[in-house]
């Protein structure tokens, strides 16, 4: 039994809505479908979910939002033509938009509602088209597929006893088409998941119904050592751990939202990273473990980083005497709401690294008043335009001389290092340098490692 998650891209247009059915009537075994909303046709097209939120935003405050409403149904309607669907599709869309606008509800709750409205009509339309290539297909709610969430500040989070309801999703025929992104609290209102959510909803399912594999289909052949815009046809990732692909995705790769493999995780089901385009590719396997490459002494399965950093300095003689030093200056930053990132630190000095979206030029200044007035700190500064690179594989903790080999490339490409972190986490190293260095640094390090 198999899960498979469609992209956006997997869905932009009809000829994707084709490639889709095809690949789900050829393979029997994929039972349970997730979907996107339509995501870009080509470079200067949009999203469906940002026309959504433009028409939601329009909507609020009153402003000329006939001109977004016009091209959603525009966009919808030829899709559904082109696959020689019913227009009853259309009239339903349309419909479901109206009834948002005319429910009372709060700005965040409709702009959640309007945001849905990308991936529940992909799921209709899917569903409908799977019925013309007569296949026994059936449009799932959420709600009705027991996917119940709580709204968390960071997204919302699935409810503990969804899972039992989600299982018996086993016992219906056929294949089920259910929207990603959303579902609902258990008052009954629709709630979202983060940007990416279809991912967390396709690996929801895939543990709910104990899948063999969670399929996610995109528009890559595969995940790549790094990234395929600063290295030119890069090392494709044959296989991963569940540990170094949430390192490469907190580090910039954008195949996955960090958190969107965590359900598929906890049971151990294993994820294909699959291309639409080119479904006969074996794509990228994602696994709780795997057996230890002997055949060569590189471990790096991949290099990332990313932009947008600052590191909070924090420096105080004997701060390793001063009992609960530490306890006190991270309740300086829970006050302030600002969360952490990395925290490497000396003996009388410590640094914290956070995304500069956390910490506006305001904040930065009550929490230096703080640091300063609270903890009698000797030295407090802010180092800004920090970027972080990882160098991530499993087996790095155990492999001589990874360190010298990555610090030597970054001299090599003459970047400065800000700070590194080792030993924090066995599976990658942390290099924070200056955000203008980060292609040199990246390319320089796949030199070392990969050629």
């Known amino acids: 039994m198999k899960v498979a998650k469609f992209g956006g891209s997997s869905l932009a247009n009809a000829e994707q809505f084709r490639k889709v059915g095809n690949i789900i009537k050829e393979d029997k075994d994929r039972k349970f479908i997730v979907v996107s909303a339509p995501g870009k046709r080509h470079d200067l097209d ?12 329009a909507y609020i405050e009153k402003d000329k939002y006939k001109s977004y409403y016009i091209t959603i149904l525009d966009r919808f309607t030829k899709i559904v033509s082109e696959l020689g669907l019913s227009e009853d599709l259309v009239t339903d869309i349309e419909n479901h938009i109206q009834s948002i606008m005319q429910a009372d509800l709060s700005d965040e709750a409709r702009i959640d509602s309007f945001k849905a409205v990308g991936e529940d009509s992909s799921a209709k339309i899917l569903s409908a088209y799977l019925q013309s290539l007569g296949i026994k297909a059936t449009y799932t709610n959420p709600k009705d597929a027991g996917i119940t969430l709580r709204n968390d500040p960071h997204g919302a989070q699935l409810e503990d006893d969804s899972y039992a309801k989600i299982y018996q999703l086993r016992k219906q025929d056929g294949v089920m088409v259910i929207p990603g992104f ?30 063999d594999l969670y399929e996610n289909f995109t528009d890559v052949d595969s995940v790549y050592s790094v990234n395929p815009s600063i290295i030119e046809n890069p090392k494709e990732i044959q296989i991963l751990t569940y540990r170094e692909m949430r390192e490469l995705s907190y580090a910039g790769f954008s195949v996955f939202h960090d958190e969107a493999l965590y359900p598929a995780f906890q049971e151990k089901i294993p994820v294909c990273i699959k291309n639409t385009n080119n479904p006969s590719a074996e ?41 609960g030093f530490g306890r006190k200056l991270f309740a300086i930053l829970e006050d302030e709401d600002v969360s952490f990132e990395h925290a490497p630190s000396g003996i009388d000095d410590i640094s914290i690294i956070v995304r500069e979206s956390q910490l506006s030029k305001e904040k930065e200044q009550v929490i230096i008043d703080r640091i300063e007035n609270e903890l009698e700190a000797d030295t407090v500064t802010i180092n800004r335009d920090l970027a972080l690179i990882m160098i991530v594989g499993e087996g790095m903790k155990e492999t001589i001389g990874m360190a010298q080999t990555a610090t030597n490339a970054l001299g090599d490409a003459k970047v400065n290092l800000e700070m590194i972190n080792q030993g924090s986490s066995e599976v990658s190293m942390m290099f924070g340098i200056k955000s203008n260095g980060i292609h040199r640094a990246i390319k320089s390090l796949y030199r070392a490692f990969f050629e």
């Open 182 to 211: 959303f579902g609902y609290t258990k008052e009954g209102a629709l709630t979202t998941f983060s940007r990416g959510g279809s991912d967390i909803t396709g690996a929801i399912i895939a543990a709910g119904v104990q899948a």
């Open 46 to 57: 949009y999203k469906m979910t940002d026309l959504l939120i433009d028409l939601a935003e």
């Open 283 to 323: 794509g990228t396997m994602i696994v709780a473990e795997k057996a230890p490459d002997t055949s060569n002494n590189n471990c790096v399965v991949g290099i990332a980083g990313d932009a947008g950093f600052k590191s909070i300095y924090v420096s105080k003689f004997l701060m390793n005497r001063e009992i």
